[in-house]
Structures are given as C-alpha cells and as structure tokens.
C-alpha cells in the first residue's frame, strides 16, 4: 500500500498554497536542490569530462526510462528519456510511417494537444503532397480507423477535459486495420494505470514535467514495443542514437533496441532532478494512486455541482472514463481562475471557457480537495469573480 | 582588454589537473550550483506554474540566445537556444531546403562531426530518393559548390583537427551559386570570432557545453539572419514557435522572428546553469580570447614539437587556419592520452590516432600549457604509455 502521508512530506508545497496544477508543472521534490547541487560540484565540478562515464551519465535516459516504464505498463529496456514531447512525437510518427510505406494518412483528432497536430503537420508537408493529416472529432476516431490510415496518432487523456481513449480497444481496431499506433501519454504517466505491453502499443511519448514531477522543461520519454524496435529505423537518427557514437563513423548504424531513439546529449542536470521526482515515484503503485485519484475527484465534482450551479461539468461523469483531472465550463473561468489563484488556490485555463483543475494524490489530500472546493464556492456564491483587476487577460508569452 | 584572471577565478578548477578539454565539455562556473539551487528552491518551489511568467523562464531562450549572439557576430534577436545540437541541424536542414525548393542535393564534407551527417541523412532519407547527401573531401567543397546544390552544410572548425574552413568566402560562393548556408559552429563559439552577420550567413547552430561552459546536456542553440527570418517554415512546428501557444489552436502559424524556431517546453534548470557562463562571457571579448588562444596553441606546438618528434602535428601550422585547438598524431595516441590523464592533464582521444588539446583562455594560462607541455614529454620520452593498462581501450558508451 502506497504511504501518501510519506509521498506528500517529500514535496516543497510552498504555505498558504493549494496546489491543482500539478497536471501542468509539478512541485519541486524537496531532494532535488541538493541532488542538483551535489551532482554540479561533485560531478560535474570535479570529474568533469570523465563524468559521462564515471558518475554514469551516459546511462541515465535507459535508467530513468526503465523507472517511468514501471508506471506505464512497459518492458524493461523499451523507454528512453530525452529531448521534448513535441520532438519525441515528430520522432515516433515518422518512425511509425516508415514502418507503413504503403499509406500516407496520419488519423488523429481535434482533442489532441495542439503541438502534436503541429509537429505532426509540419512532418507529412515535408514529405511531399500525398501524405494527409486527418483529424477528426474524438468520439468518431474509431469509425476512421480504416486500411488507408497509416499511423493512427492520440493522445490518451484530454488536456482539457481529462476525457479518456480506450486505448486496448483503439490499439486492436488499428492493428486489424494494419495501423501502427503512437500514444502520447502527457496526461497519463503518474496519472493513470497504463499498460502499454498488454494493450499492445507500437509506440508512446511523454514528458515529465507533469505528473512525474521533473521540474521545469524536464526531457520527455519515447516508447518502442520490443517487438517492433529492432526493425524502427528511427527519424532523428543522431550520434547518441548511434551503435558505436565514438567510433565516428560517417555512416549511420542504428543502437541496440531503445537505444537507437536517443538523439544528442541528453540534458544532464534535468535528468538529475527527474531522478529524485522518481526516488517518490518508485515508492507508489499506481493502482493505489488511481483509487485515491478517483476518491479526490469525485469529492470535488460531488462539492462543487452541489453549490455552484453555473459551473458545468466538461469531464466525463464516469471515472473510469477520465484522466485525474476535473475541468468545468464556466462563460467567465479567465476570472474566476484569477480570483482563485489570489486566494491561494492554483489551477489553470484553458480556452475558451475551461478551468481545470488537477489531482495528484502523490502530495493532494482530501483535506485540499475540500478546502479548495470550499474556496470555489466562495467566489462563485459571492460573485468574486467579478472585479476588473481578474478580467484582464495576460498574455502567457 | 579582458581580465583573464578573473575569469579563471570564476571556474571550478579541480587541484592537480590541468584541463585541456573544454572542447568537449567546459568546466563549473562556481556560481553556478548557487545559481540553479536558488532557481530551483526559490522559483519552481515557490512559484510553481507562474514561474514561466513571473521568473521570466519563457523568455530565456532568446535571451541567453543574445547572449551568445554577440560571441557569434549576430544581429540582436536572431538566436534562440533549446534542444539538442543534433535537432537544431536537423532543423536547420530542414528550413533551408524549403527555401530551395527546386534543389534536392546538402554538400557537406567527411570532417564534419558525424551526427550531423547523420541526422541529414536521415532526413533526405525521409524526403525521398531523389535527394541526396554529397560528403566530399573539406579540401574540395569550393570546387563542389554548384547550381543544383540546394543547402550547404559545414561546421566551420574542424572537431578532430581545428582546420577552419573560410566562412565568409564559403558563404559568398554559396550564394552566388543560389546555394543556402547552414554552419555549425560546436567548436566556434567561444573558441574564434564569428561574425555571422559579416559574412551574411544564412543558419547557424551551436552547442553551449564546450567552449561556453554550459554543463553537461546543456541546450543548442539556432541562428537564422533576419532577412530570412519571416520566410522561413521552419521544420519541427512545436507549439513554442507558434505566433500564440496558449490559444492552443489547431493550425500552426509560425511565430515572429526567431521566436518560430523554438519547439517545446525549454529546459529551465539546465538555461539556469548556462545563464551563470554567460554571465563570466559577458566579461570577456571575442578578439582578446582569440589573441590569447593563439599565443597558447603557438607555445604548446613549439614545446611538444621541440621534444617529441614522434607526435605528428594534425592541425594547420599557422594559426589562422585553425580553431582554439591543437591535435597530434600518434599511433599509440590512446594510450599516451590515458598516462597523460592518469598525471591529471585531461585532454581528449579521437579515433583512429588523435590526440586532441583544447585551449580556453577564459580559464587556461601560459603556465598551465608549460606543464602540460612537460608533462607530455615526460611520458613520451620515457615511453611512460607502454604499459598494458592505458592500452586497453575503455568503451565510452
């Protein structure tokens, strides 16, 4: 059983703060200043160069992706950490079409995180003007799952709504199709039981900034099922990637298995940070961490509908039906997250009309859950929302 | 003039050695734990998700971008940093084949570090068969620059060698030719004056953990001139470089400037560790570093040539056709360079024969090249490497 009192006291949770964001940055792991720190003077500072090898730099993306495969229901050896989502998924999509050389149709819908349709984009124009980016609406992805699609590209859990694929079903129907699969797990590692082994996955990316707690710009991670990874001829095909990296050889021979997705230097100082967020996840087991997230979200949807009836549900009711998150539509959430935020309680917008609220049962208890839900209903009872000050937009960038 | 006792004062140099291998990776700036400790404590621990506004990470990019800018000779708002060396090629690549749509060959020559051909290849690969990546001897590449050549790939400073290619006649050539330019600049920045937009470059890209003291995984970075910037697509469309990531809309439209070069989420601590270089590269100029590199590659070749007639001079004699780097053959050249680290002068082996030096004015003096110079005699003349442990070759991997 899981110790979440013990989960919880190993995160900084600064006072007077609640903090439902977690699904957008996670807390800083009150080890990793020093593990940092200790890392820069005596590794970096000290070993220098020799450090790659001495301190073991060079195997800490297979290390700390083994560590997140545990979590995600992944072999051993089948996940390696680097570079960002948005490369990891330009990576595993154009990996996944060579797999598929006979179709041009990338199937994806409008759910997805913008980035991945982006990055996925930008992929098939390069390829020339056969190849399509489909997207459709997310409750029709299964009826376009058909013999000209040729990688089918989703990611599990809704940012906005925390609405969930069924990704055994949707894995089967692609592979009866002839459809490779890439799932993006950003709102899913650490958030839910995944089993990429048993639903049979071809591909996955994520990050780690997330629910996995690895601090700001924290690398992401790429999934190859064993059975496929010695066939992927990997695109981004760099030297780190490479069967022999210091043989310097002109020519390119892909890795042994994982290794042939790594790509160039892998950011060390983050990985070291990413590696004390995993000290606290190696501690949990995710079916304790999804039942105590079923718990908190359906505590807070019960409080919330029960006092504030402007705010509609845009979750799905059934939990098993979504991520650890909660979102609710309201016409004037911009406001009313910023009224929120000044009294301490941290969640975030999404546009045009979405306040999403994250549950992480890691370092949230019921007690935030109620008191957070108490400050709600606060500002929404009293019209709190209301003042110039909140209505503003600022502009993130 | 540049105070380069105050810059060496500023790195973490450890007792005993003598470190000839900032080419690979530079040493610890000693404010740099302090620096990335207080990030992490005071603004992920704190802030949390506000960071990104309120400590000014999302914004970090393009300024150390203009940071190094100035090293590089580039114009104000046209470097951005993030992502991996490897990537940042790839991206380059990528760009400036769009912009010559009707060419379908990337000259490149065989001394250029082999990820970046690597990571060409494999996007010509993607591209189709009638693309094609032309590797010719470093000598003859003027002679191969051609009308059907679309993008010419070079990193300007040989890594094995420090043999520099003329950037500026290159270019000219280049373009006269209707050919695009992408330069690597791995062993330029920090190492020589680069001035880009002297020579009307076209792209650039670099890595910041060499010569610019960035600490191991520390990010790339990309420049594109600003006559091209507006026209360029640019290849891996993250939702960073689109002109509004957070209205998360469906369609990419490339972002203002440079700002469309970024892909994803940056990497915060890793930035937070190269803001503290930068700061001791704000003290220093471009001319002073190259004076002084030069006087310490001139005195480093006549000590070792005066006695050690079996080394072999691998790098170009005058001093103007070189990097701020010295290379010798030697056919048992790993294992003199293991007894060289073994007496704590750390300088770096490349195969098949190289002994590679790096000289960093920022922290290395006259002084320390006299006793590396010793040092290197003594092991030569009293064959001090003929021992079988410095003999077998350690996997670096």
Avoid at 199 to 218: E, I, S
Avoid at 233 to 256: I, K, M, N, V
């Amino acid at each position: 059983m899981t110790d979440f009192a013990a989960t919880k006291a190993m995160f900084n949770l600064p006072e007077g703060v609640l903090y439902l964001d977690g699904n957008s940055l996670g807390p800083l792991p009150k080890s990793a200043g020093d593990r940092v720190q200790t890392m820069m003077r005596d590794e970096w500072g000290e070993l220098l160069i020799t450090g790659w090898n001495k301190a073991g730099w060079m195997g800490m993306p297979t290390g700390l992706g083994d560590r997140i495969g545990r979590l995600i229901g992944a072999e051993a050896g089948s996940v390696v950490v680097g570079d960002t989502l948005s490369i990891k998924v330009y990576q595993a999509v154009a990996s996944a079409l060579e797999l598929n050389p006979d179709r041009k149709v990338v199937l994806s819908d409008n759910g997805n995180f913008p980035s991945d349709l982006y990055m996925a984009d930008g992929l098939l124009r390069s390829l020339g003007p056969d190849y399509e980016l489909r997207v459709v609406d997310p409750k029709t992805v299964a009826d376009h799952i058909t013999e000209d699609i040729a990688v089918l590209m989703l990611t599990e859990v809704d940012y906005r709504t925390g609405r969930m694929h069924d990704m055994k079903a949707l894995t089967e129907l692609a592979h009866a199709n002839g459809v490779v699969t890439v799932w993006d797990l950003a709102h899913s590692a650490g958030a839910i039981p995944v089993d990429l082994a048993g639903c049979n996955a071809d591909f996955a990316v994520g990050c780690t900034y997330k629910y996995l707690n690895g601090g700001p710009g924290a690398p992401a991670f790429i999934y190859v099922a064993p059975r496929l990874a010695a066939n992927v001829r990997p695109a981004l095909s760099g030297w780190l990637g490479h069967e022999s990296p210091f043989a310097f050889d002109l020519d390119y021979r892909p890795g042994t298995g994982i290794e042939r997705m790594r790509v160039g230097t892998p950011p060390v100082i983050q990985m070291a940070a990413l590696s004390s967020a995993m000290d606290i996840w190696d501690m949990a087991d995710m079916a304790d961490v999804r039942a105590k997230s079923i718990g908190l979200t359906e505590l807070f949807i019960d409080r919330v509908e029960a006092t504030c009836p402007e705010l509609k549900l845009a979750s799905p009711r059934n939990p098993v039906q979504r991520g650890s998150q909660i979102s609710f539509r309201f016409e004037e959430g911009y406001a009313a997250m910023q009224a929120l935020i000044a009294r301490g309680v941290i969640g975030d917008f999404r546009a045009p009309d979405i306040m999403r609220f994250g549950f992480t049962p890691l370092y949230i208890d019921e007690k935030d859950v109620m008191q957070a839900a108490d400050t709600l209903t606060n500002i929404m009872n009293n019209k709190l929302w209301d003042t110039p000050e909140y209505k503003i937009r600022q502009r993130v960038t």
